[in-house]
């Protein structure tokens, strides 16, 4: 597990352009955290690292947005999914098990539907201002980039 601490905004997408450049094709990431935590702010980090141009809002009401950078970046938002029927319809496979980067905020929702393998990322509120990143490796896959991730925290991460 490796904490990171977020001052601003600009903090979130920093770390996500720094994680975004460290992942490669088939990466799955699950953002977890409470409304306004700063999902979407560090899915659009990730979008800076992985190159792609478009600008990267929210999928709130759209569920999934693809992106073209140096890989295919899948930005999936569950929040407003009903049911685990309408889970099965978005195709998440073809996502997951791709030759894309894919982020799903909110993921800690499809349960079963994850992947036997991903990074989770959980977003909080700082009580002393700004957020806190709490990165963890879900399966052997993800241990590498946690390593990198914890050069990027310092000591005290
Ligand atoms: N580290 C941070 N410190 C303070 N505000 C932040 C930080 N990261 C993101 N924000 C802000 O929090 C608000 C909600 O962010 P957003 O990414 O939309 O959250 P979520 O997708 O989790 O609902 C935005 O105004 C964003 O600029
Ligand atoms: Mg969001």
């Not at 963890?136 to 980039?145: D, F, K, L, Q, T």
């Amino acid at each position: 597990m490796v904490q990171i601490r977020l001052q601003d905004a600009g903090a979130t997408r920093e770390l996500g352009a720094a994680l975004g450049r460290l992942l490669g094709p088939g990466d799955v990431l699950i953002l977890r955290g409470e409304l306004g935590a700063g999902k979407t702010t560090l899915a659009q980090g990730l979008a800076r690292g992985l190159e792609v141009k478009a600008t990267v809002t929210s999928p709130t009401f759209t569920l999934i947005q693809e992106h073209q950078g140096r890989l295919p970046f899948y930005h999936i938002d569950v929040y407003r999914l009903e049911g685990p029927a309408a889970a099965l319809e978005l195709g998440l496979d073809e996502y997951f098990y791709g030759q894309g980067v894919t982020a799903v905020e909110w993921g800690e929702r499809l349960e079963g539907l994850l992947p036997p393998e991903y990074l989770d990322v959980y977003l909080a509120y700082d009580p002393a201002g700004g957020r806190l990143a709490t990165f963890a490796a879900r399966g052997p896959r993800y241990h590498c980039i946690l390593e990198e991730l914890r050069q990027i925290a310092g000591p005290g991460g």
